[in-house]
């Protein structure tokens, strides 16, 4: 089973590149104070507005939707 | 890295549709293109050449109405349905501007520059650069834009110095409102500085925020919207100069602004695809 990490950097990637994706998790991941590798699934409710905030100028509401419905599918 | 998590390859995301469309624009403006080498030769009759001019205007018309659709199909209600409606607007201005230069010209015989056309040229600006401006704004929380932006304001302002040394100061101020009457020297003053700081140098600064996204998809579009801003903002400045030269439009010019809004509406079709859920 693929950590939480890898699953938003694999649903991000084709998106905004595999550099940016990372930077999102990093970034979600020191705003609830842990690394990037501790995310877990409890931390979901925290990574999907987060991606939601930094997307929704990018990228319509559609396709965030689907990237955060993949992320917790974990595929 | 695993597969999963690679770049997508544009054959996986963009349509077989957006190939046709893409295509048969092209072909729309090759044909306009060899109508434009015709027109400017001399060999077409009256009315094959008002039909030709009319063809080239309304390819504008179908280009902007292209970017519009796309916009408004990705919806006014998304942060990117308003970027790309400020880019069809854009290249709607110009199409408009196009109008009333074609009338002016073909049929009332009147010298269309400056003109009415001009307002709708110069607005086209405004549409491009607050585009681009918010395309590059959106990236802020995503990627570092302080630097793009710095080096394009760099960038811009020695492009800035070199307009004003190598056209403005030699050839547009000197001619002064003698020679190219009050509104002919404001607009041949904006242009180029528009193309510089207007088109060109956010232009630059987009290029430089999205080229961290990789191969995102999501930059995708914006790199051939790139494209065509500096195909615009170079067409634009070579008519400066040749207005003031005395050559006027030539077919290669007319063709530079077909390629640059023929981009803008490539780009809006790879926006949709790259806005598709999958």
């Known amino acids: 089973m693929a950590t939480l990490r890898e699953r938003v ?33 409890s931390d979901l409710p925290a990574l999907e507005s987060n991606v939601r905030r930094l997307l929704s100028p990018v990228a319509p509401s559609t396709v965030i939707d689907d990237l955060l419905a993949q992320i917790e599918r974990g595929n | 890295m695993s597969a999963q998590t690679s770049a997508p390859r544009a054959r996986g995301v963009i349509t077989s549709g957006t190939y046709l469309t893409a295509g048969v624009l092209v072909a729309l403006a090759a044909i306009f293109s060899f109508l434009s080498s015709q027109m400017y030769a001399g060999t077409l009759s009256d009315g094959a050449y008002t039909a030709a001019y009319w063809y080239g205007t309304l390819l504008q018309v179908l280009l902007a109405s292209v970017v519009i659709t796309v916009a408004l199909k990705i ?3 998304q942060r990117v349905g308003v970027q790309w409606l400020l880019v069809g607007s854009g290249v709607a201005s110009y199409a408009l501007g196009d109008i009333v230069w074609t009338v002016l010209d073909l049929h009332m015989g009147l010298d269309p520059y400056p003109s009415v056309a001009d307002v709708f040229y110069v607005l086209q600006y405004g549409f491009f650069v607050a ?23 760099l960038v811009g302002l020695v492009l800035t110095a070199a307009v004003l ?38 232009a630059l600064a987009l290029s430089l925020v999205i080229r961290q996204l ?8 914006w790199w051939i919207v790139v ?8 067409t634009d400045t070579a008519y400066s100069y040749a207005d003031w030269a005395g050559s ?27 806005y598709r859920v999958r």
């Not at chain 2, 003698?178 to 180029?192: D, K």
């Open chain 1, 9 to 41: 950097i694999a649903a991000l990637t084709p998106y905004v590149g595999a550099t940016v994706a990372d930077t999102c998790v990093r970034g979600t991941a020191l705003s609830i104070g842990k690394s990037a590798d501790e995310l877990n699934d």
């Open chain 2, 75 to 77: 919806g006014l209600n």
């Open chain 2, 131 to 153: 585009a681009l401006v918010l395309a590059v704004r959106s990236y802020k929380d995503l990627t570092p834009v302080r630097t793009p932006i710095m080096i394009a304001a």
């Open chain 2, 165 to 202: 040394m190598f056209l403005l100061v030699p050839y547009i101020f000197p001619a002064g409102t003698a020679e190219l009457g009050f509104w002919g020297l404001v607009v041949s003053t904006f242009y180029p500085l528009g193309d510089v700081l207007l088109i060109f140098s956010p």
């Open chain 2, 214 to 221: 990789g191969a995102g998809r999501l930059g995708w579009p």
């Open chain 2, 227 to 234: 494209v065509g801003a500096f195909v615009f903002a170079l």
């Open chain 2, 248 to 274: 006027g439009l030539t077919a290669t010019l007319e063709m530079g602004w077909v390629v640059a809004n023929l981009l803008f509406a490539i780009a809006a079709l790879v926006a949709r695809d790259a």
